[in-house]
């Protein structure tokens, strides 16, 4: 903005305000716009974007970002919002009082003359494009991204009706699908600016550290903790695994994507962790598909560094230190730490979300390493998008690992070969160390068992015995069925158990002596337990794999795995893997063949993203969506939980005497006689969501939540709930829960439904 507002000088634009202290103006706030525009900017990846002039490019994203809040000039913004009386008389009762599309209005405009100059059509389309998406992203900066070209039919109309154009521009889409990304580059470049900005004015926080990880001190840190001196076999081709990772790393150190696949008990989480310090990156981000892997690791990492290992995610306490609200909201929300663990549900949020809170850390993955631990796990659906999606990650100088004993060679949907395998990982799995650490036992497949033929198998053997069956209620029925087994101490662990009988569970299971512990697919990944003998209902051959990992994980003991069928599977997984079990492709899982039993699956993800629908293919369709940015589109399409789920609160009370919650602390005001009682949570819970100030409230949140997880259980459904006490935030209590809540409090899931009125799966 140059010049005066008729009376009102530009100095007299206000951009906040304050209750104690003197108004920011808008030109205040643009000097510290642009200065922490110049502090997270990285003006290299404008070399990435294909347009010649990068003069205009550069200009263009600066102005983006530092003149976003012109639309401030808005009188009735001025009168009403700011209280500034300067701009009294020019103020209508009744109009607009916003000003994020007036600003893009004025964006549009200031930038107009510059493109329609432009001579050459390729260039003058590309620049077209881009002076719609920074209007899209200053019309966008107070709420989310939505629709690009719904955005642009109603700012078109606007443009016309104020004679800004004459008629509406049409487009061409020339950009490649790497705009998707440089799009929310700059939206969150934006936004995190803004948002530094604001703050430094409303709170008197100034930030300079970013979270950025000292790559010298990690190394010496690392190098101290790893002094590798093999002892045992398995420590010898340990050592030769991360000897040949860490060899075609460096070689190969000019690509951006990495597989790195090896037998359970191989010690990947070392492997991956030397291997991200030797790409000296900004950050480290280490992502899990299961909360459970999260806690684990964090211990592991935490005693090779000494800095602040974050863990982002739903049920981790954030640490309230001697900082304020705001400071520890915002190096949480900003991933202000050098080393983050967290979940796949947060790193695609931040990849594919359209909230600002989403987008204001996408910018900290530049130049960081993404390590991605078991991929199988994502859903099948999202393999080639995610192969797609990944690969375009390389324009931010990112380098992403991608581990898993069971490892689908995403990057065929690519043509191939496009990602680096880091070992020649046959050898390793076909090794007797590895691959006879457990007897895998396949003779029960040609029987029809039944339950008495399994406790044949398990009366068999002593020592700690696990049996996995794929349905909750068989798992019951059987649990039932072997209460009388003498010399055996008996648990049960399922999705339905509360936070605190899993660990207990899982604590009994670490002791030496006769166990046999029934069990649910949560056992597969992310449970720390270690157990001689496993018999496991068949489903997915990755699900076998996962479950032999629970098996003698360190090579100690002659142990075998038996596998049986009793249930069928496709009730329980809607998934194309189930053409080739274990039934009927016994070869490839006994020779861990892993990569011709993906050879099979990708080809069919093939066939069905190449499967024509009207005109095009579901794969070409996808690839427009993201070049025409159709954010709410791609965000849907990625989401990896997609089911209708109900979060349900039961407050029953947990006794603290109970040997099984012995080792839980918590704070007194939710002890009631001696017991943790869940309704003073829920009310805790309920008055926490009626502060006002948001990082505070999200700060309490975070802690409220930990106990939170020890009362509550998801739920599928199709209809919404028939009978409950209380609701808040989505969250549904219900106080008279007798009938589906054993006295062991165990969620009794059929038993719900019937309360519930059969509207639940």
Wanted: hydrophobic share 40%.
């Amino acid at each position: 903005m140059n010049g005066k507002i008729g009376e009102c000088g530009v100095d007299n634009i206000l951009a906040h305000i304050h209750p104690t202290k003197q108004a920011e103006t808008l030109s205040e706030h643009k000097e510290r716009v642009l200065e922490y525009f110049n502090k997270i900017f990285d003006n290299s990846i404008l070399d990435k974007l294909p347009i010649k002039d990068k003069i205009f490019l550069e200009k263009f994203i600066r102005d983006v970002v530092i003149l976003h809040d012109e639309g401030k000039i808005n009188p009735n913004f001025q009168y009403f919002k700011m209280k500034n009386p300067l701009f009294k008389t020019k103020a209508k009762k009744g109009k607009d009082t916003t000003h994020s599309m007036l600003g893009a209005k004025l964006f549009f405009k200031q930038f107009l003359d510059e493109v329609e100059s432009v001579e050459d059509d390729e260039e003058y389309y590309k620049k077209l494009y881009l002076l719609y998406i920074g209007a899209f992203l200053i019309a966008k900066h107070h709420s989310k991204l939505n629709d690009f070209l719904e955005f642009k039919e109603e700012f078109d109309d606007i443009l016309i009706e104020e004679r800004i154009i004459e008629e509406e521009y049409r487009l061409e889409f020339l950009f490649d699908m790497k705009i998707y990304f440089f799009a929310k580059y700059f939206f969150s470049i934006l936004i995190s600016s803004d948002y530094y900005a604001t703050t430094e004015y409303m709170n008197d926080l100034k930030f300079n550290d970013f979270g950025e990880i000292d790559i010298l001190k990690a190394k010496k840190e690392f190098e101290e903790f790893y002094k590798f001196k093999p002892t045992k076999e398995i420590d010898f081709l340990r050592d030769e695994l991360f000897k040949e990772a860490t060899k075609n790393f460096l070689k190969y150190k000019n690509k951006n994507i990495f597989y790195l696949q090896a037998p359970t008990g191989a010690g990947k989480t070392l492997i991956g962790l030397n291997l991200a310090l030797l790409a000296n990156p900004r950050k480290i981000f280490y992502i899990f598909p299961f909360n459970t892997l999260v806690e684990q690791t964090k211990n592991v990492i935490s005693k090779i560094f000494s800095f602040d290992i974050a863990v982002i995610n739903s049920i981790t306490p954030i640490n309230i230190d001697s900082n304020s609200y705001e400071q520890i909201y915002i190096n949480r929300v900003f991933y202000h730490y050098p080393f983050v663990i967290t979940t796949h549900i947060n790193f695609f949020n931040i990849l594919f979300g359209v909230t600002k809170e989403d987008n204001f850390a996408f910018w900290q993955l530049r130049g960081s390493v993404i390590i991605l631990d078991e991929i199988q796990s994502y859903d099948i659906n999202l393999w080639w998008y995610m192969s797609e999606f990944f690969d375009l990650l390389e324009m931010f100088d990112i380098k992403i690992i991608i581990m898993s004993a069971t490892l689908p060679k995403i990057d065929k949907l690519l043509g191939g070969n496009k990602f680096v395998e880091l070992v020649e990982s046959e050898k390793y799995f076909k090794n007797p160390i590895f691959k006879d650490r457990v007897r895998v036992d396949l003779s029960l497949l040609d029987e029809e068992v039944d339950f008495d033929r399994l406790v044949e198998i398990i009366t068999s053997h002593k020592g700690k015995i696990l049996i996995e069956f794929i349905k909750k209620s068989t798992a019951n029925q059987f649990f039932e069925y072997i209460q009388d087994l003498e010399g055996y101490d008996i648990y049960l662990l399922s999705g339905d158990d509360n936070k605190l009988t899993r660990d207990f569970v899982i604590n009994e299971c670490k002791k030496e002596k006769n166990i046999i512990l029934v069990a649910t697919q949560v056992i597969e990944a992310g449970v720390d337990i270690d157990m001689d003998i496993g018999l496991k209902d068949i489903s997915l051959i990755e699900s076998e794999e996962q479950f032999i990992g629970r098996i003698n994980r360190n090579s100690l003991k002659k142990s075998k795995v038996y596998f049986f069928d009793y249930d069928d599977s496709k009730e329980i997984y809607k998934d194309l893997r189930l053409l080739f079990n274990l039934k009927t492709y016994k070869e490839w899982f006994l020779e861990k063949n892993f990569d011709e039993y993906y050879k099979f699956i990708l080809d069919e993800i093939e066939k069905k993203g190449n499967k024509i629908i009207y005109t095009k293919s579901d794969i070409e369709d996808f690839r427009e969506k993201v070049k025409s940015l159709s954010f709410r589109e791609i965000e849907s399409k990625m989401k990896l939980i997609k089911n209708w789920t109900f979060t349900i609160f039961i407050p029953y009370k947990i006794d603290l005497n109970d040997k099984r919650y012995k080792n839980l602390k918590i704070d007194e005001k939710f002890v009631n006689n001696g017991y943790f009682d869940g309704m003073r949570v829920w009310e805790e819970f309920k008055e926490i969501n009626k502060i006002l100030e948001y990082p505070k409230k999200r700060i309490k949140l975070s802690y409220i939540n930990y106990l939170m997880q020890f009362f509550t259980f998801s739920v599928m459904g199709y209809m919404n709930l028939s009978k409950y006490s209380d609701e808040c935030c989505g969250v549904f209590m219900i106080e008279e829960y007798e009938e589906f809540m054993s006295e062991d409090l165990r969620f009794i899931r059929d038993r719900f439904n019937e309360y519930q009125e059969g509207i639940f799966l």
